[in-house]
């Protein structure tokens, strides 16, 4: 058995994808785990990111405190395009927003649930592919920073959903997409003053998940439902544990929960 706090599951991206379960200081082989019967148990803590120990998340797995106060959680973390870092203009923490704004991003499209527009750090497009699901993915503009990233896909977001519909992913593979040629479709699209930025290569990474069976009628599952959570384990995909009845988890959204781990 195995205790802790519940964080992300890492990722390498080999074929299938392998997975390692975070617990506390704990790496757990999830691929293994696969056809096997495994127990999660929630004693009824969470954990914020500043540390403090509550009964329940306020929003988002954060506290009150940092979801209104921390950079972590700020506008500019879920609209990328009202970043302001590169202008020198404050958030909530300039400093935090500075080297997490000023670096080179990415936005891409990817095949999870269908074609989407995203945006991501460079050098995490794997693993931000992996988490969201996604069988396919192809760099589409290289920006020096967070916020150029963001309105690159504002504008690309008129014409392409920049959402993954999770139970169509969940529900088996997705049709092939063309990438390389929706890149070339959708680049007019890319605002004049950004459209220097498109990147030339057109490599599509595709990328498989270690599932031996996909649920037919999904039914999500939760710690607030039930402390404890329990099956067999026949997949994953994205950050989901795919359990046997068609249940499927969300550890993403779990994160910061105390929990009992057993296989």
């Known amino acids: 058995m195995y205790q802790g706090i519940l964080h992300k599951m890492s990722t390498e991206y080999l074929n299938p994808i392998q ?3 975070l617990i506390g200081n704990n790496n757990i082989s999830v691929n293994n785990l696969i056809n096997k019967k495994i127990s999660f148990k929630w004693n009824g803590k969470v954990e914020c990111i500043c540390g403090r120990i509550l009964n329940n998340f306020y929003r988002q797995n954060f506290c009150y405190q940092c979801y209104w106060n921390a950079p972590e959680a700020s506008p500019s973390i879920f609209k990328p395009e009202l970043c302001t870092a590169d202008l020198g203009i404050e958030e909530r923490d300039l400093e935090w927003e500075k080297s997490f704004q000023l670096t080179p991003h990415y936005v891409y499209f990817s095949n999870s649930s ?7 750090r460079k050098n995490n497009e794997l693993t931000r592919w992996i988490d969201q699901g996604a069988v ?6 290289e920006v020096p920073n967070r916020r150029m990233s963001g309105l690159i896909e ?4 008129k014409v392409i959903s920049d959402r993954t519909n999770w139970r169509k992913m969940l529900s088996g593979k997705p049709q092939h997409i063309d990438l390389e040629s929706q890149k070339l479709i959708y680049a007019k699209y890319i605002p004049d003053n950004l459209i220097q930025f498109l990147t030339p290569d057109n490599k599509i990474i595709d990328i498989n998940y270690p599932v031996s069976e996909y649920p037919k009628k999904i039914v999500s599952i939760n710690f607030k439902k039930s402390h404890l959570i329990e099956g067999e384990l026949l997949g994953i995909k994205g950050q989901y544990l795919l359990f046997d009845n068609d249940r499927v988890f969300n550890i993403r959204s779990h994160q910061g929960y105390f929990v009992e781990f057993s296989y």
């Open 136 to 141: 396919q993915g192809v760099i589409i503009a």
């Open 19 to 21: 997975y390692q379960l």
């Open 154 to 157: 504002v504008a690309l977001k």
């Open 114 to 120: 269908g074609l989407k527009v995203g945006i991501t």
